[in-house]
């Protein structure tokens, strides 16, 4: 199994320029979520999901929209892309369900620059 | 908000020896977790510790959890020089979307 994968692993865009990008699970989890890293900072979370056709806003979710059409998929948008936004990105997911206690499966991150 | 903060942000230890890393929380929780990202890579669980226990054990790590003092601590044992990565805690304080509060992170580094 392939986990988490996340797609593309590095993107540089211009101030304005939109993009999407992608996340695909293949462990059959009802959660996912998107977070953003900065320097020194630990995760901070952008959306999340905690089924099919289903989202929530995070901590941060200005500047960014997401969709979940299919349960192993999770996309986090940009519309407008802004400087500010240049981190690096984590999509994560987890059983969900109704047990708690549950630890979450992390990509390998995309590496996101505005100019 | 940073809901767990680390201590301390980052720690050098030469091999065999054990490191301590300290985490402090805010909120009550349904568990704490901790997580290790090596360089350029995502976060790998290492191990959960649920509100109503107060320690354990997974291979050569050991937490223990203090919920009276809000208080969390990850000792890794005859440390090697793979364990050099950042380590995170993070907190479990819903029982609805299994939202994660991480905190800023210990980067150990282990000298050989």
């Known amino acids: 199994n392939a986990g988490v994968t996340q797609t593309p692993k590095f993107r540089v865009l211009k101030t304005g320029q939109s993009m999407t990008l992608l996340c695909a699970q293949d462990m059959n989890h009802e959660y996912m979520y998107w977070y953003r890293q900065d320097p020194g900072m630990g995760l901070r979370l952008i959306h999340y999901s905690v089924g099919e056709g289903t989202t929530a806003k995070g901590e941060v979710p200005d500047g960014y929209n997401v969709s979940r059409l299919k349960k192993q998929n999770f996309l986090l948008g940009l519309e407008s892309a802004a400087p500010s936004q240049t981190s690096v990105y984590f999509c994560a997911s987890s059983y969900g369900g109704r047990g708690l206690n549950q630890p979450q499966h992390f990509g390998d991150g995309t590496r996101l620059s505005i100019l | ?112």
């Open chain 2, 1 to 112: 908000s940073q809901q767990g903060e680390e201590d301390p942000q980052a720690l050098s230890i030469q091999e065999g020896e054990n490191a301590t890393m300290n985490c402090s929380y805010k909120t009550s929780i349904n568990n704490l977790q901790w997580y290790r990202q090596n360089s350029g890579r995502g976060l790998v669980h290492l191990i959960l510790i649920r509100s109503n226990e107060r320690e354990k054990h997974s291979g050569r790590l050991r937490v223990t959890l203090d919920t009276s003092k809000k208080s969390s601590s990850l000792l890794i044992t005859a440390s090697r020089a793979a364990d050099t990565a950042s380590y995170f805690c993070a907190t479990d304080l819903s029982g609805s979307a299994r939202q994660l509060t991480f905190g800023s992170g210990t980067q150990l580094t282990v000298l050989p």
